[in-house]
């Protein structure tokens, strides 16, 4: 039983810095994609940003610049650094692990169960 394990969010002022993790359990085998996603209320789940094994990364025109995605050399833990934050990214953060990097929703892929970061003065 695969489980994703999110900690680092909360209530940060505009301009300030988080750092999420997000540990899977219950797998040796390595995901191909981590990856974070991000829901605002009344809005759908987006991808934030993503990193294959072999590190390729992908993010969201929304954070480019500002978040920083990356992987632990055992491949089964993710982070994300974020940076500059603004209103705009509040929202909950999911973290999403892949093992064939098929999609988010697949038979193989994983959820954790979010973590709330708001910005805010």
């Known amino acids: 039983q695969v489980q994703l394990v999110e900690s680092g969010g909360g209530l940060v002022q505009p301009g300030g810095s988080l750092r999420l993790s997000c540990v899977a359990s219950?797998?040796?085998?390595?995901?191909?994609?981590m990856a974070w996603y991000r829901q605002a209320p009344g809005k759908e789940r987006e991808l934030v940003a993503d990193?294959?094994?072999?590190?390729?990364?992908t993010y969201a025109d929304a954070v480019k610049g500002r978040f920083t995605i990356s992987r632990t050399t055992a491949g089964n833990t993710v982070d994300l650094q974020m940076n500059s934050l603004k209103p705009e990214d509040t929202a909950v953060y999911y973290c999403?692990?892949?093992?064939?990097?098929?999609?988010?929703?697949?038979?193989?892929?994983?959820w954790g169960q979010g973590t709330q970061v708001t910005v805010s003065s």
């Open positions: 999403n692990a892949q093992r064939r990097g098929l999609g988010p929703n697949t038979d193989d892929a994983y």
């Open positions: 219950g797998s040796i085998r390595r995901f191909y994609i």
């Open positions: 990193m294959t094994v072999g590190t390729t990364t």
